[in-house]
């Protein structure tokens, strides 16, 4: 299993602002991809983030909204750009194991609030 | 493209009551299914997994799944709830592409009564 810790692990931001949300994995991966999860919803896929390489993001995301780097193998952000109150959200960060044991696994999320 | 339901946004059950949680998928391909647990305020713990193996999956706090491909489906079940089960259960189904994504279903949040 991999261990990950995301930072900050909460926020309360104001609308028109930014914000970046770290995430640091205790092992060298291939795999991160970044999530988000709505108040009382599922997780959607925003994107995932490749190392040396831009990220790939889903339908209905974009790289101006949500910026990813991934510098290395352990470590990636994802910033949240000129956010509104409908940004408010959890925030994860996972990371997948690969191979014929595929196992995939979520960091403990930044709950941010956009006021 | 693959896609995943679950029947039954909340279930409710006496403690010592068996846990049944309802997954269904689709895909095109012998898919890799996961159940994860969320408990308030934290990430997500994986549960359990098919990964094209055995079809009884055994995971951790006594629960279990099993892959019927003929249903399309991958329900949870545990014998005997506890308090602690108390959680939002969510079903998982890798991705196509190649690229490992998981797409999630809505979530069922399991309550246990005394």
């Known amino acids: 299993s991999a261990v990950i810790s995301q930072k900050p692990s909460r926020d309360i931001c104001q609308r028109g602002t930014s914000l970046t949300i770290q995430c640091q994995v205790d092992s060298q991966v291939t795999m991160m991809f970044w999530y988000r999860q709505q108040p009382g919803q599922s997780l959607t896929l925003i994107a995932t983030?490749?190392?040396?390489?831009?990220?790939?993001?889903e339908s209905g995301f974009v790289i101006d909204k949500f910026p990813i780097s991934r510098p290395n193998l352990t470590f990636s952000t994802l910033t949240v750009s000129n956010m509104s109150p409908e940004d408010s959200s959890i925030y994860l960060c996972?990371?997948?194991?690969?191979?014929?044991?595929?196992?995939?696994?979520f960091g403990p999320g930044t709950r941010l609030t956009v006021t | 493209a693959q896609s995943v339901t679950q029947l039954g946004s909340h279930v409710s059950v006496s403690e010592g009551a068996l846990v049944l949680l309802r997954c269904n998928y689709s895909?095109?391909?012998?898919?890799?299914l996961f159940w994860y647990v969320q408990y308030p305020n934290q990430g997500l713990q994986l549960l359990l997994k098919y990964t094209s193996a055995a079809t009884l999956v055994k995971g951790i706090n006594g629960f279990e799944a099993e892959f019927k491909k003929s249903e399309t489906s991958f329900h949870l079940t545990k014998p005997s709830a506890h308090m602690s089960d108390a959680a939002e259960y969510f079903c998982?189904?890798?991705?196509?592409?190649?690229?490992?994504?998981?797409?999630f279903g809505a979530g069922t949040r399991l309550a246990v009564h005394p």
């Open positions: 998982a189904v890798e991705g196509s592409g190649g690229y490992n994504k998981l797409i």
């Open positions: 996972s990371v997948g194991t690969g191979g014929a044991s595929y196992e995939q696994y």
């Open positions: 895909s095109s391909v012998p898919p890799y």
């Open positions: 983030a490749n190392q040396g390489s831009e990220a790939t993001y």
